[in-house]
């Protein structure tokens, strides 16, 4: 085994050239990241490159090991990359430590994905929803982006019909 996981890359991909697949946006390392059983290894350097595609590729490829490490890499950038967002949510096996990072930053819909999927402590749970709360009431989330739950506004009784009005519909 080499220190280097690029080597790992390299070896997978017969390439003499060092550097191949890591100045190939899109393309081999797209290709290596989505592997079935890729190591946790070969993940840390996709991680480590700044190919988009590549890194949403090993995101949405539910069999490869991403590690602590990995992972912190990727949420450095996350936050601006909004099609990580999704595949970042869905990954098994979030640390509580990556799951706090992720609700920083995702929309409140992928929130309760987040939450519903990793089924986290209930007092985690509580502060993250007051910290996504902050979040919504400060603008930071987009109003579109909210789960008709998150948006509630009371009804409008209207005297003499038997009817509810909702906001917005």
């Not at 070969?42 to 490490?69: C, F, H, P, R, Y």
């Not at 992972?71 to 601006?80: E, K, L, S, Y």
Request: hydrophobic share 40%.
């Amino acid at each position: 085994r080499h220190a280097d996981p690029r080597v790992f890359i390299i070896a997978d991909r017969q390439r003499t050239d060092p550097d191949y697949c890591l100045r190939r946006p899109g393309g081999a390392l797209f290709a290596i990241a989505c592997r079935d059983g890729l190591s946790a290894e070969v993940a840390e350097a996709i991680s480590a490159t700044e190919d988009k595609s590549a890194i949403k590729a090993l995101l949405e490829n539910l069999t490869a090991v991403i590690n602590e490490k990995a992972m912190i890499a990727i949420g450095t950038h996350a936050p601006d990359i909004p099609d990580w967002h999704r595949p970042l949510v869905d990954r098994d096996s979030l640390s509580e430590k990556t799951i706090r990072r992720i609700a920083t930053f995702v929309s409140a819909a992928l929130f309760e994905r987040l939450i519903d999927k990793h089924g986290v402590d209930p007092d985690v749970e509580s502060e993250l929803r007051l910290s996504v709360r902050q979040r919504i009431e400060s603008g930071a989330v987009p109003d579109d982006s909210l789960p008709q739950v998150l948006r509630y506004e009371p009804p409008v009784w209207l005297t003499g019909i038997d009817a509810c009005v909702w906001p917005g519909h």
